[in-house]
């Protein structure tokens, strides 16, 4: 690895390579390929209907609805903490089927994009606790508690939205139908 490469840069390969979490892809796979990688329920999953991978579609849902709650946390006032609570919900529904379509791809994935994976996914599971904590807190009429469980969701979604970037734009992970691998395809 070049010396010269970016710190961060430096940081994913090590995880790509960290052997360590060999033992937890291991004993998750056959389970994961099970529930979320097989059959006509992997193929939906993975957005074979689609014709390219489901999963970033709905990350933009979950990222985007939290991420927006956050704006309204912090610049929207007092009156916007409603429409940021919402927010915080729509997200926290829709990181369960956004889950199982990144599942579906991490089932065909190769095993240094698994070892990646899995800390994206575990990352997600703070995030989401954070955001959940939020909701609680602001059913409750706690709102700054709320807002700052959020922020701290904020901050490590963004690190597991880098790690998912990593894996769809660096590493290619994600389904896509066989048309589009040339690249002058006629229309």
Known sequence: MSPTAPTIVRWIRQLEEYRGLDRPVTAIEPTIRATFGT????????GDWLGHALHPLL?????GSWTSATVLDLVGGRESAPAAQRLVGVGLLAVGPT???????????PQREKRVGLVHA???AVAASAYGGSWVARTKGRHHLGAGLALVG???????????GHLAAARKVGSRHPAFADSAVAV
């Open 122 to 124: 575990a990352s997600v």
């Open 154 to 164: 904020a901050g490590v979604a963004g690190a597991s939205a880098y790690l998912g």
């Open 99 to 109: 889950a199982w379509t990144g599942w579906a791809e991490w089932a065909e994935a």
């Open 39 to 46: 059959g006509a329920r992997g193929s939906f999953l993975r």
């Open 59 to 63: 990350t933009d849902v979950v990222i």
